[in-house]
């Protein structure tokens, strides 16, 4: 079993029991420099109390876990405003939101943006500036949701 597949077996349960989900999940760095990104959502989001709270308990489960030999960081965070969309419950949550991604084409690879309407098991489809598009998983390279700032409207107007 794969070091991150332990992880998720590990970390799901724990989470759930504390009425989160496991968003995601990356391992990444060498030695000294590993790091551990955990990524929780919850019904209403979750703040930076709620964070600590779960990074504590993280750390006390991670440490008494022998799947991290070594040394590592721990990052516990939120999927944020602008987030990556690796899994496909990732796009299923962001339908109806603004979405850049990259794709691999025949002349390499090109950038799309759209809002996402349409999740399924092969891919995604975006309503672009262009008409409505499929961009198929195998094809993804990398995608993301994008937030906008709004400008506020001038007092009196």
Known sequence: MEAGDALWKLIGPYLAAEKLELDDLELVGHGRGRTLRVVVDGAGGVDLDRLAEVSRGLSRLLDADAELLGPYQLEVTSP??????????????????????????????????????????????????????????????????????????????
């Open 80 to 157: 944020g405003l602008e987030r990556k969309l690796r899994r496909s419950h990732h796009f299923a949550k962001s339908i109806g939101r603004e979405v850049a991604a990259k794709v691999r084409g025949m002349e390499g690879s090109a950038s799309v943006h759209g809002i996402l309407v349409d999740v399924d098991g092969e891919g995604f489809t975006l309503d672009g500036e262009l008409g409505r598009f499929q961009v198929k998983l195998a094809d993804l390279v990398s995608a993301r949701t994008v937030f906008r700032w709004e400008k506020a409207a001038k007092p009196g107007h």
